[in-house]
């Protein structure tokens, strides 16, 4: 759980670096950063603590990856933001994303195998789809197109990359998840599962 948080956050990383479009709630934080002050990765803490007291009205029971979620992911966010040195050239920004974009599938598939929780906004999304009836597919449309358009007004960066995440990660973070997904056999012993773990939210 923890290696795929940390990953994930160092993927976003990634996409910021090359700066050819971010992933929908990072053109939030990323605006939000513009706005404030603050690094991304600090945003990305307050917003997921924020998004989580909305788990209350909602009903949602957050557990240990949820809680997990709002911190390691920004911590490494902030802290690959600090390793990487800057990149300006389209032959290193295009790889950059490309790694970022996949990295970030890798990551999705091994904090969901882990099956310790959703993260804030996945529990959001699920939470909302319960209380209005809605599917999830409308949901997370409605929720990622205001958080992009929000975003995007206060200066987050959308662009070719953040198209390319919406269409890769779906398939990305399925075929990771059963490369990572295992499941417990009667006699104990661990063995690798087929399919995805029960309740897991695909990304896209």
Same mark, same amino acid.
């Given at each position: 759980?923890?290696?795929?948080? %940390?990953?994930?956050?160092?993927?976003?990383?990634?996409?910021?670096? %090359? $700066? !050819?479009?971010?992933?929908?709630?990072?053109?939030?934080?990323? $605006?939000?950063?513009?706005?404030?002050?603050?690094?991304?990765?600090?945003?990305?803490?307050?917003?997921? %603590? #924020?998004?989580?007291? !909305?788990?209350?009205?909602?009903?949602?029971?957050?557990?240990?990856?949820?809680?997990?979620?709002?911190?390691?992911?920004?911590? #490494?966010?902030? $802290?690959?933001?600090?390793?990487?040195?800057?990149?300006?050239?389209?032959?290193?920004?295009?790889?950059?994303?490309?790694?970022?974009?996949?990295?970030?599938? !890798? %990551?999705?598939?091994?904090?969901?195998?882990?099956?310790?929780?959703?993260?804030? &906004?996945?529990? *959001?999304?699920?939470?909302?789809?319960?209380?209005?009836?809605?599917?999830?597919?409308?949901?997370?449309?409605? !929720?990622?197109?205001?958080?992009?358009?929000?975003?995007?007004? *206060?200066?987050?960066?959308?662009?070719? $990359?953040?198209?390319?995440?919406?269409?890769?990660?779906?398939?990305?973070?399925?075929?990771?998840?059963?490369?990572?997904?295992?499941? &417990?056999?009667?006699?104990?012993?661990?063995?690798?599962?087929?399919?995805?773990?029960?309740?897991?939210?695909?990304?896209?």
């Amino acid at each position: 759980m923890y290696v795929g948080l %940390a990953l994930y956050g160092a993927s976003s990383a990634l996409l910021v670096e %090359a $700066g !050819l479009g971010l992933e929908p709630w990072n053109v939030l934080h990323q $605006g939000l950063a513009e706005l404030t002050g603050l690094t991304i990765g600090v945003v990305s803490i307050f917003v997921g %603590a #924020a998004v989580l007291l !909305l788990w209350i009205p909602l009903r949602q029971r957050p557990g240990l990856g949820t809680v997990s979620n709002v911190f390691v992911v920004g911590i #490494a966010m902030d $802290g690959t933001l600090a390793l990487v040195p800057d990149t300006h050239t389209l032959a290193v920004r295009v790889p950059l994303m490309l790694a970022g974009i996949v990295l970030n599938g !890798l %990551a999705t598939g091994l904090y969901i195998s882990a099956s310790f929780g959703p993260g804030p &906004r996945d529990g *959001l999304m699920t939470g909302l789809h319960r209380r209005t009836d809605r599917s999830i597919r409308v949901v997370r449309t409605v !929720l990622e197109v205001a958080v992009v358009a929000t975003g995007f007004v *206060l200066g987050g960066t959308v662009g070719i $990359g953040t198209v390319l995440y919406a269409v890769a990660i779906g398939p990305l973070a399925q075929l990771f998840l059963r490369v990572f997904a295992v499941r &417990r056999a009667p006699t104990g012993s661990t063995v690798v599962a087929t399919g995805q773990p029960e309740g897991a939210i695909l990304p896209g």
